[in-house]
């Protein structure tokens, strides 16, 4: 099985559409056309983007790679969902692609990946938005999600996209290193704030609005004059 089959200009150009590719990505349909035959490497290393490097789970000693392997969930469009420590060829699919005979990832995984996580006390959500739409923490979980604002000298917000991600891998990394000093992993959103703060993050915590709903934390950010 091959995630594509591309011969010629027309194949290459179809697949490169299918999966989202620009012109200067194209070279990744082979990637994904080896990908059964590919050498592995473990998630945490095989990922990389601004977030993964903020996040950089290679680094942490070994305490803190554990915890990972324990409490760090990243979703795929091609597995599903996988630990940092599981071993993974190099590929190229996101959540937002709809492929022929499969129809649109995030609803081709849904229904696999409610059964296989684990319904947990607290979910802090880094996802972007494909990928929520791929899972949905089950009733009775708390979600905490993360969400960044640049903040301009007049004190109006702006909603930001790539430093966003870094902050998020910020936020990860502190809660795995334990930031706040405690010595105990977050369990409340009060927690994952407090250790946002301890870790030189301003950040607000937002309550939901409903029962049942979402907390957010929402990271600021200094935009410069």
């Known amino acids: ?3 594509c089959s591309a011969t010629g200009a027309r194949g290459a150009n179809r697949a490169r559409r299918l999966l989202h590719l620009s012109e200067g990505l194209a070279g990744e349909i082979a990637v994904d056309a080896g990908v059964l035959e590919a050498p592995t490497l473990p998630a945490a290393r095989r990922y990389t983007g601004v977030l993964y490097d903020h996040l950089d789970l290679a680094t942490l000693p070994a305490a803190e790679r554990r ?8 979703l795929s469009g091609l597995w599903g969902a996988v ?3 599981d071993a993974i060829p190099p590929y190229r699919l996101s959540m937002d692609v709809t492929l022929p005979r499969i129809g649109k990832l995030t609803a081709h ?3 696999p990946l409610a059964r ?10 880094c996802r972007s938005a494909s990928y929520q739409q791929a899972w949905k923490p089950p009733a009775g979980s708390t979600v905490l999600t ?27 990394r502190a809660l795995l290193t334990r930031a706040d000093g405690a010595g105990r992993d977050a369990g409340t959103p009060e927690d994952v704030a ?13 309550a939901p609005a409903k029962h049942g709903g979402a907390w957010t934390l929402d990271v600021l950010l200094e935009q410069p004059e």
């Open 1 to 3: 099985m091959k995630l």
């Open 67 to 74: 915890r990972a392997d324990d409490h760090v969930v990243i």
């Open 83 to 85: 630990r940092p420590g």
């Open 109 to 111: 995984w849904r229904a």
């Open 116 to 125: 296989a996580l684990p319904e947990p006390a607290l979910v802090v959500d």
């Open 146 to 172: 993360v969400r960044v604002f640049s903040v301009a000298p007049d004190g109006s917000r702006k909603v930001i996209s790539h430093m966003a991600k870094a902050t998020r891998g910020d936020v990860a």
């Open 194 to 206: 407090q250790v946002a703060r301890a870790a030189g993050l301003e950040c607000e915590l937002v």
